[in-house]
Each structure stands twice: as structure tokens, then as C-alpha cells.
């Protein structure tokens, strides 16, 4: 049987919560740049 403490053993959350964080700022990044891209080419 597994102890309830164990579960952190097999899902380290701080490591999933640093690796969605990273994946929150590539995706705002890549909506920035595409923000950016709209703005230049419709010259506002």
C-alpha cells in the first residue's frame, strides 16, 4: 500500500507547477508577438 505521503514521491507539483508557468509565458510571448505583428502590419 501507498502512504498518502508517498504521492508527492511520483507527482512533484512545485516541478509542474515551474513547468506550466514556463509554458504561461512561451504562450503569452507567442500572443504578444503575434499582437505585434498585426499592429506594424495594419500600422496603428
Known sequence: MMKEENIFDYFPIRGIIEALSVWGEVL????LSEIDKEVKEKNY
Open 28 to 31: 503569452s510571448g507567442n500572443a
